[in-house]
DNA sequence: AGGCAATGCGAGCTATCGCTCGTATTCTGC
DNA sequence: GCAGAATACGAGCGATAGCTCGCATTGCCT
């Protein structure tokens, strides 16, 4: 009744021949995400892609949910790298540069695969929210918050979890829907311009 | 070659009886896109939950989509109705009182069913955005913008296009996120809190 | 009452999906 | 070179999807 779609690969691939397989099944379901979408990513589609057989995916992946795990894995992990890198950078900064630093960060971030971060973002939570993304969403809302503790003199009293929440949510939402959504129409200074602003925002919301 | 599914009523219910049928089977989408998600809502299933065979359903609606769209239409246009109300209740309110109001009335709005406005927000984009959400999009931030430039003497001058953006951005997702994925773990009181911090959010950007 | 239009029905068509399994090929260690 | 393990293959199964079409029923008008 319903058992939930595994999505740990089913065997370790001991051969350099079958790694490659691995690498190319996953990079080919991003590109399939990414020019048909989750629904019209089928495996037979994926395995074709890939130039390998849907046997073989299925010898690694025990569903599709298991692929786009891996994709959603890998994208995650890239992300992730970034945040924490400039999360380390901003460390002895004042207040205000830290957070330019940080929102400019956010907008890179979202520019790694704006189309496969889109299709992340908006085909897949049906399932139910892949568990890299919960982990990643509490790291990030962890690290920040660790942030705003450094500068605690400098911020007014409240409730620390409450403004980062604030804080994250706003920056993540600002980032996401201008270079997903309005990449066409926001030059390049309009985003600089969205930086100051989003730096203002966040910054005077702090003090 | 994938010609876009029509998204318009195949023909005007003319009798009562037929009419009945047509809000059963909106109805029944609902319910089933809340119950069952997007991709277990087969035109099968609905058209059982609406007490209605598949043929009639397709007497009415040409396709699937064309279903979520009439619910979508639905749910648009309560919230629409909302937010014009509120926006012009707050008309000649001093600022911070009227985007409190605001706020508030973006925590209202996610609340009108929330069940619902999740499932859309999450699962359905992958068809390409529906009009009626553009629209709704576009004409929320026109109306926003509309309500800053009456206190424009109360705002330090900048982009105003950007200001909005910024605004009506961070307002949604705040309240969005709120009410959508954390609902269980904010009591009221957190909910109030939240609304005096998003509010002292955009207030002090403003200024 | 009778007839035409409007409405309702649901078995079943076609397409596609995720996935299995028996077989063929390649690699590794001896 | 050979045996067995690892890898690759792809036709095809069972399920389910969206949707059609021929026919039955109901309502409206004269």
Redo the contacts between chains.
């Keep these: 009744m319903a058992r939930k779609p595994l999505t740990r690969p089913r065997k370790h691939a001991s051969q350099e021949r079958s790694r490659a397989t691995v690498d190319a099944l996953v990079e080919a379901t991003a590109r399939i995400l990414v020019k048909e979408?989750?629904?019209k990513a089928s495996t037979n589609r994926i395995a074709e892609q890939a130039g390998v057989s849907v046997g073989s995916l299925y010898q690694y992946f025990p569903s599709k949910e298991a692929l786009v795990a891996a994709v959603i894995e890998r994208h995650t992990r890239q992300t992730m790298e970034l945040v924490q890198g400039t999360l380390a950078a901003v460390e002895h900064l004042p207040m205000e540069q830290a957070v330019r630093r940080l929102v400019a960060m956010a907008v890179d971030a979202h520019r790694i695969d704006p189309k496969l971060h889109r299709v992340l973002a908006?085909?897949l939570?049906?399932t139910g929210k892949l568990e890299s993304v919960e982990v990643f969403n509490r790291e990030n809302f962890v690290l920040f918050k660790a942030f705003l503790e450094r500068h605690r003199g400098e911020i007014r009293v409240?409730?620390l979890d409450?403004?980062t929440?604030?804080c994250v949510?706003?920056i993540?939402?600002?980032t996401h829907?201008?270079v997903l959504h309005?990449s066409q129409s926001f030059t390049e200074e309009?985003f600089a311009?969205?930086v100051e602003?989003?730096t203002?925002?966040i910054v005077?919301?702090l003090q």
């Design positions: 979408g989750f629904d908006e085909q939570p049906r409240v409730d409450l403004a929440f604030v949510t706003s993540e939402a600002l829907t201008a309005h309009v311009a969205l602003e989003a203002r925002l005077r919301y």
